[in-house]
């Protein structure tokens, strides 16, 4: 019961801190570690121990398995030889160079335990820097090669940390080294490739999303486990897996299956990436009082976890800025080299997290100095996390580096949808029949309409909606009024429940449609709009007075029903929309090569190029 109490008690915590860093704009990672620290010290709190066991087996694999999901294999490849780089080099470089800090000013401290310590504090934890990044608006070439690195640098740590346990007890030989890291490396490879394999086969036989989801739910634990039962890496495993699913998810998995996948690993993640940041803080106190009875004066203690913390810092600072010409991306053929901003801003966001306070816990109860090796690590991580996470987003701007554009965003979401629009008509037209002619013809409208949508996005009019705004407008208020009679309906008892939570599901995904669309577009309103997508279409053809008694002829003469028209602002032409069924705006553009139309709707003033479809 007090566990179930306890385990309740943090997520509250949780939520509130998250909801109050909304209010604060204030990361909620920061925000909970000094939460943590400060409920450590209120009389009553119970005392929260984290064990190895608890953070390597219970958070460890879904926060990886996490991570995996959501990095792209592209990015991934493209970023290899930085995030090789960081997560193999910079960890040994860090943990060498925390280790003769350490010898330094402790002599008696001896290599081996020296070497684990460093070990400990080298990696650092993509989880706080993507969770500060993302909320700032880090480049995301910076926020692919953090994610990339953290995927790989505690496999490279905890590596190192247990050559350096065997070293303890002597016989630990360079070749010896050598040969644990690329055991534990190709066996974690192997496992997640042959977990990959099982789990594909399951996937292939299962369409229930449940049990699907079931089986993602699994997967992080069978692989870490699996993996260190046979001595390799079980990060690698958890890793390796989770790239493979996610970019073989298309053929492996239904379009539901994905949904209801992401949506409970999102929650999943949500909730332990806080938790594991509130866990750090609830350890300070503990960990201070340990240390209090020890014989060592209070100026070596200070000296000895300011210095870590500021070698970790400086070290990963200078490996960056060294190895600045390798950090670059590939892009085809040729690399394209990484800015001194970017890897400024790559070097300042190696933040500490929870894997440096779980690996010191593993270090052996009679080593030397270990209660002050446990306050090292935990200064290193609550120092990285409050003075590196605090002033990222000032050394952003400083740097002047600019967040992914939303307008970039919706052009590049435009121009794909506008591809993909292109290759189902191609596919459409071969299985058109003569029957199937009206059909088709209603396929047409709606791709059209979905592709007009979300070039319209791109529009930035303040005071004008666009139709895709004013089908929003209605549809949410349709949605609202069916969602009301399902309801009433649903009172009266007449219809089975699970009918009525299906129809409702139907109505809440499309209304979710419809809420990312508007987003998107508030986004780009909120960052200035399109200002640097300027068309030169749109500028050379101001809007002109609407045309009395506006017409469309051929709709006319055909008896064809008109939806909207058009009026072309180079001859006056007026056309039908193209919701309309004989498209004549669109006809006449291609006729003529009048790049430019406006509405001539009543109440309505907007504008659409042709040429780069683009609407203002």
Not at 70 to 83: E, G, Q, R
Not at 347 to 369: E, N
């Amino acid at each position: 019961m007090e566990i179930a109490v306890l385990l309740v008690l943090l997520a509250v915590v949780v939520i509130a801190g998250e909801a109050l860093s909304e209010r604060l704009g204030a990361p909620a990672p920061l925000l909970l570690t000094v939460v943590g620290i400060g409920l450590s010290f209120v009389p009553g709190v119970p005392e929260i121990h984290l064990s190895p066991e608890i953070v390597l087996i219970g958070l460890l694999p879904p926060l990886l398995y996490t991570a995996a999901l959501s990095t792209s294999l592209v990015d991934l490849k493209a970023n290899l030889a930085p995030i090789l780089l960081l997560s193999v080099a910079a960890v040994l470089v860090t943990m060498v160079a925390v280790a003769g800090l350490m010898v330094a000013l402790l002599p008696d401290i001896g290599w081996p335990v020296a070497l684990a310590i460093g070990a400990i504090v080298a990696p650092p934890d993509a989880v706080a820097a993507t969770a500060v990044g993302r909320r700032i608006g880090l480049p995301r070439r910076v926020v692919s090669v953090l994610e990339g690195e953290s995927l790989l640098n505690d496999a490279t740590a905890l590596v190192a940390l247990r050559t350096a346990i065997a070293a303890m007890a002597g016989g630990v030989t360079a070749t010896g080294v050598a040969g644990d890291f690329l055991l534990a490396a190709g066996g974690g490879v192997l496992v997640g490739l042959v977990l990959y394999r099982l789990v594909a086969w399951i996937r292939r036989r299962v369409h229930d999303p449940l049990l699907d989801t079931a089986v993602s739910f699994v997967t992080p634990f069978a692989a870490y486990l699996l993996a260190e039962t046979v001595g390799a890496s079980g990060v690698f495993g958890v890793v390796v897996v989770g790239l493979l699913l996610s970019h073989r998810s298309l053929t492996l998995q239904t379009a539901r299956a994905r949904i209801v996948e992401s949506t409970t690993w999102s929650t999943i993640s949500f909730l332990l990436e806080n938790v594991v940041f509130l866990l750090i803080g609830l350890q300070a106190r503990w960990i201070v009082e340990d240390l209090s009875g020890s014989e060592l004066p209070l100026g070596t203690i200070l000296t000895v976890c300011v210095g870590t913390l500021v070698t970790v810092v400086a070290v990963r600072m200078a490996w960056v800025h060294l190895t600045r010409p390798l950090l670059g991306s590939r892009l085809g053929d040729r690399r394209e080299p990484a800015g001194l901003a970017e890897t400024t801003l790559i070097g300042w966001a190696g933040m500490r997290g929870v894997v440096t306070l779980a690996a010191a816990f593993i270090l052996p109860v009679d080593v030397p100095y270990r209660d002050l090796l446990l306050l090292v690590a935990l200064t290193v991580v609550a120092g990285t996390l409050l003075l590196q996470g605090l002033t990222l987003p000032a050394l952003t701007r400083a740097l002047g580096v600019r967040a992914p554009d939303p307008a970039d965003d919706a052009l590049a979401r435009a121009t794909l949808l506008q591809q993909a629009a292109t290759a189902g008509l191609e596919r459409l037209e071969e299985l058109e029949t003569e029957e199937g002619a009206e059909v088709a013809r209603t396929i047409r409208q709606r791709l059209d309409q979905r592709t007009f949508a979300a070039w319209e996005q791109l529009s930035t009019t303040e005071g004008r909606q666009s139709p895709s705004e004013t089908y929003a407008e209605l549809r949410l208020a349709m949605i609202a009024a069916e969602r009301e009679r399902i309801l009433h309906i649903r009172g009266k008892g007449k219809v089975p429940s699970t009918v009525v939570r299906q129809v409702l599901g139907m109505l809440d995904l499309e209304e979710s449609m419809i809420d990312t669309s508007r987003a998107a577009r508030q986004d780009i309103r909120a960052t200035g709009g399109t200002g640097h997508l300027q068309c030169p279409e749109l500028t050379a053809y101001p809007r002109a007075p609407r045309t009395e008694d506006p017409r469309c002829e051929a709709c006319e003469r055909e008896g064809w029903e008109v939806v909207a028209l058009r009026q072309c602002l180079e001859c006056d032409h007026v056309g039908c929309c193209d919701s309309s069924r004989g498209q004549h705006g669109t006809a006449h553009f291609q006729e003529t090569g009048h790049p430019v139309m406006q509405s001539a709707e009543p109440g309505e003033g907007w504008r659409w190029c042709f040429v780069h479809h683009l609407a203002d």
